[in-house]
């Protein structure tokens, strides 16, 4: 079926290094929309990517779209405590309308 | 990695009916649920929080009499939309949360509703 491949699946930085986590789409996408949960809560919505070859930021956060609307990434740049989480992709897939969501990043950061 | 169900995948009803969605933690315990709603090309709206063995906590804005969820059991959270009208038409997800460390959340397929 169609699914949303991300990696890596954990990692664990040292403060103030960057960190990517990769998403990838057997389908094209519609769109591709990011979450971050912090530890115990629920996912909370981020950014939507419409375009292809699409580039937004947000602070030290960096989001990008392939240009065949295929994959995604999400990049932090010097990496803070604040940013421990879990970052999840989620596609709309273009032929149906279905959310797809990757299984998530989780991230740890080492003061 | 951890497996959250949803059943069905998809349904088709007529208004005024009501339709019971299914979400399952498959290999793990979860203590917490998350029910989300997604209208077409925008972001996931948290519509309640289900605990299991207590009432489910409502966003502001959700009818609870509407949106019905149970969470029986530590593996099985339901949201039954109850007298369903066009405009209920819509993606609805699951998310089921392991408790304590690490905290991992598993998102259900999503079960798409159409109420003609």
């Not at chain 1, 971050?36 to 937004?56: A, C, D, N, T, Y």
Request: proline residues 4%.
């Amino acid at each position: 079926g169609q699914q949303v491949m991300q990696i890596p699946q954990y990692q664990h930085v040292q403060e103030g290094e960057d960190f990517t986590t990769y998403c990838n789409s057997s389908t094209t996408l519609s769109n591709i929309q990011w979450y971050k949960q912090r530890p115990g809560g629920h996912p909370v919505f981020l950014i939507q990517l419409v375009k292809s070859g699409e580039v937004k930021k947000q602070k030290r956060l960096t989001f990008q779209f392939g240009e065949a609307k295929k994959n995604s990434s999400l990049h932090i740049t010097a990496t803070q405590t604040t940013d421990v989480g879990t970052y999840f992709c989620a596609g709309l897939m273009d032929n149906n309308n279905d959310m797809r969501f990757g299984a998530g990043t989780r991230l740890t950061v080492k003061p | 990695g951890a497996v959250v169900s949803q059943h069905p995948s998809w349904v088709i009803c007529k208004s005024g009916t009501s339709v019971k969605i299914e979400c399952r933690s498959l290999d793990f315990q979860a203590t917490t649920m998350f029910w989300y709603r997604q209208f077409p090309k925008q972001s996931l709206m948290l519509m309640a929080t289900s605990n299991e063995g207590s009432k489910a906590t409502y966003e502001q804005g959700v009818e609870k009499d509407k949106f019905l969820i149970n969470h029986a059991s530590l593996t099985l959270s339901t949201l039954t939309v109850t007298s369903a009208h066009p405009e209920d038409s819509s993606f609805y997800i699951c998310s089921a949360g392991r408790t304590g460390w690490p905290y991992e959340q598993y998102f259900g397929p999503g079960t798409r509703l159409t109420v003609t």
